[in-house]
């Protein structure tokens, strides 16, 4: 599973590296995480409060005394909301609070009161990290569970070069992604189509759709999230490869993608066919550049492309196989039917247009299985991804165990 819609309680302690948790809250909320975050004061001499409100779209606790905010989430309630409890930068001098069980200011209180996994990320100078108290005290931190984070080592705001940089924003999020990775699809093979495919008419011209193949490429990374092997086919999209997706596959027309998938899921247990496949191909493509033919109008033959989870379905042994449906209208009607008629045993099925399905952010699915169905309402396309694959492996245990 994916950290959309986690929720990460972010503790910035005083240090340089202040900064750098700005950049963090981006970064998370970029995966749709949810974060609050906790300053401590001596945080508030690097970056503001305004700042960290504006990049978390939450308001900031600062003080354990603060009226409003305890109104508002009372520390208790913000320790019992929080999943997990990231502090970064620690401090040497939160560190040493942690360690012994200080309650005298918000941070410390909250970590006491919450069940949630606590990861420290230390930034301090070096010559302070080295220090034996420095360590002892992690040394504490780290038998009652608490996970350290780095530091890095190198050049260091001081001036100094050694051990005690902060690790950067895309390592400290790779850590939280890491720790929501769950055992699902743990030791699956599963192949994603994802995007449009090309027919090519000419050197220049061809037949495609309006998939932007972000729903496919979500979905692949939820899976691998999920602990899955997955190999993404992709047709022609401009997207970067999802972390921890283990191979992709690049091809451009439907009769590529077919040979592709027949390939890839020899061995696989599950397949996702996420792609918008086109239906038609040019019966032959022009090997020159066709000419304008003023006035004369041009028609072109078209010949089908092989179905290719018709195909798979036919395999002994097959994939569990979810396809997708994207309909203008009658979604219920038409995905049922898809169902059946291409022997799947899940289809999502969505409605184009109204600022959902091809091209757009969000998504709103239906899935339908032999037997029962359930509708993902409105949500950005990663987290509808996540519920899916959520969905799929419910579905995928009840049928093979
Ligand atoms: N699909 C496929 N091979 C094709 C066409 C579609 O595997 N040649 C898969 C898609 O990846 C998707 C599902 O079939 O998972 C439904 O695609 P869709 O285009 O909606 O279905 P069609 O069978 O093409 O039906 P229609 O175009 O008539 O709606």
């Known amino acids: 599973m994916s950290i959309a819609q986690r929720r990460i309680l972010l503790a910035v302690t005083g240090g340089i590296a202040a900064y750098k948790a700005c950049e963090l809250v981006r970064r998370l909320r970029d995966l749709d995480a949810h974060v609050r975050v906790v ?16 990049l978390s779209g939450e308001p900031v606790r600062i003080s354990l005394w603060d009226e409003h905010g305890e109104a508002a989430m009372g520390h208790i309630e913000l320790a019992k909301w929080a999943e997990r409890i990231l502090i970064a930068p620690a401090s040497a001098d939160t560190i040493a609070r942690l ?3 200080f309650a005298n200011d918000l941070l410390s209180t909250v970590c006491l009161a919450s069940a949630a996994p606590v990861y420290v990320a230390p930034a301090m100078n070096q010559q302070m990290w080295a220090h034996p108290a420095v360590q002892a005290n992690m040394e504490t931190l780290r038998r009652r569970g608490v996970i350290q984070l780095g530091p890095d080592s190198g050049d260091q705001a001081c001036g100094d070069i050694g051990s005690g940089r902060m690790l950067e924003a895309l390592e400290l999020r790779e850590a939280m992604v890491a720790s929501f990775v769950d055992e699902r699809l743990r ?8 995007g449009p495919t090309y027919e090519d008419i000419d050197p220049v011209r061809f037949i ?3 998939s932007s193949g972000k729903m496919g490429f979500a979905v692949a990374e939820a899976a691998a999230y999920a602990g899955a092997e997955v190999t993404l086919i992709a047709g022609p999209v401009g997207l970067a490869t999802p972390p921890r997706v283990a191979r992709r596959i690049d091809v451009r027309s439907a009769a590529q993608m077919h040979d592709a998938v027949l390939e890839a899921t020899a061995q696989a247990d599950i ?3 996420a792609a918008a496949v086109g239906d038609y191909r040019p019966a032959t493509v022009a090997g020159q550049k066709l000419k304008k033919r003023d006035g ?18 036919q395999r002994s042994p097959k994939p569990f196989l979810l396809g997708f449906a994207a309909e203008t209208h009658d979604v219920a009607v038409y995905a049922q039917d898809k169902l059946k008629r291409k022997g799947l045993d899940m289809i999502a099925a969505n409605q184009v247009g109204g600022g959902l399905g091809f091209e757009a952010e969000d998504n709103a699915l239906s899935l339908f299985w032999p037997g029962g169905e359930e509708a993902l309402p409105r949500a950005s396309k990663r987290t509808l991804a996540q519920q899916l694959i959520v969905k799929l492996a419910e579905r995928y245990r009840a049928q093979r165990g």
């Open 39 to 54: 300053m401590t004061e001596g945080a508030t001499h690097f970056v503001t409060a305004t700042t960290f409100q504006a």
């Open 99 to 101: 360690a012994n069980g």
């Open 187 to 194: 030791d699956l093979k599963v192949v994603v189509t994802a």
């Open 208 to 210: 495609g759709n309006r």
């Open 271 to 273: 397949y996702i066919g």
């Open 296 to 313: 004369k109008g041009l028609t072109l033959e078209l010949s089908e492309n092989p179905d290719i989870l018709a195909d798979l379905s």
